[in-house]
């Protein structure tokens, strides 16, 4: 049980029957009356968000949630198909459970598979990725005054926004939280 003076971002609470996580908390302390805590609350396996408020000394049980690493093998339609390395049982997920958790996740990459209860309801990419460009525009001298940038389209079929100088071949590093470039590797 976690009391909702203790919230902090990312913590998993059970409430009304669903698993939510908690993605901005604040303690709020009027001059009249008692003080409580305001949250935004995304719900983990829909993924819609709705606002609550708590009283600071309101319990919740805490969610627990697994993470188990898995090795990313091939897309078959509409189906995407891991592999638990340690003892090569397999699993399929299809698109619409996923999302766009996969955008930056080549073949035969390693993924955390999330699960409450036993089943699975997110896929956590590894947090940077270097992918190569097979797609973009030649940028130009003297177009770099704004520091402007230009579309790019990666191995993996997303498209990356990339700085001028960056060409088709070049091998890039990207975040997969926000889909930034970050650096030419």
């Given at each position: 049980?976690?009391?909702?003076?203790?919230?902090?971002?990312?913590?998993?609470?059970?409430?009304?029957?669903?698993?939510?996580?908690?993605?901005?908390?604040?303690?709020?302390?009027?001059?009249?009356?008692?003080?409580?805590?305001?949250t935004k609350l995304k719900n983990i396996k829909s993924g819609g968000v709705v606002e609550k408020t708590f009283r600071p000394t309101e319990k919740c049980p805490q969610a627990r949630i697994d993470r188990r690493e898995m090795q990313?093998?091939?897309?078959?339609?509409?189906?995407?198909?891991?592999?638990?390395?340690?003892?090569?049982?397999?699993?399929?997920?299809?698109?619409?459970?996923?999302?766009?958790?996969?955008?930056?996740?080549?073949?035969?990459?390693?993924?955390?598979?999330?699960?409450?209860?036993?089943?699975?309801?997110?896929?956590?990419?590894?947090?940077?990725?270097?992918?190569?460009?097979?797609?973009?525009?030649?940028?130009?001298?003297?177009?770099?005054?704004?520091?402007?940038?230009?579309?790019?389209?990666?191995?993996?079929?997303?498209?990356?926004?990339?700085?001028?100088?960056?060409?088709?071949?070049?091998?890039?590093?990207?975040?997969?939280?926000?889909?930034?470039?970050?650096?030419?590797?």
């Amino acid at each position: 049980m976690v009391s909702a003076g203790d919230f902090r971002n990312g913590i998993t609470i059970e409430l009304e029957g669903n698993v939510y996580q908690i993605i901005e908390f604040q303690h709020v302390k009027p001059g009249k009356g008692a003080a409580f805590v305001r949250t935004k609350l995304k719900n983990i396996k829909s993924g819609g968000v709705v606002e609550k408020t708590f009283r600071p000394t309101e319990k919740c049980p805490q969610a627990r949630i697994d993470r188990r690493e898995m090795q990313y093998l091939y897309a078959d339609g509409d189906l995407y198909n891991f592999m638990d390395t340690e003892n090569y049982e397999q699993m399929a997920m299809s698109a619409a459970d996923i999302q766009d958790s996969m955008k930056f996740v080549k073949e035969n990459e390693m993924v955390k598979m999330l699960s409450h209860n036993g089943s699975v309801f997110a896929v956590e990419p590894p947090l940077f990725v270097e992918l190569e460009i097979t797609e973009t525009e030649p940028g130009f001298k003297g177009d770099t005054a704004t520091g402007a940038t230009k579309p790019a389209t990666v191995e993996t079929g997303a498209v990356v926004y990339v700085p001028l100088f960056v060409n088709q071949g070049d091998t890039i590093k990207i975040d997969t939280r926000t889909g930034e470039y970050l650096s030419r590797v």
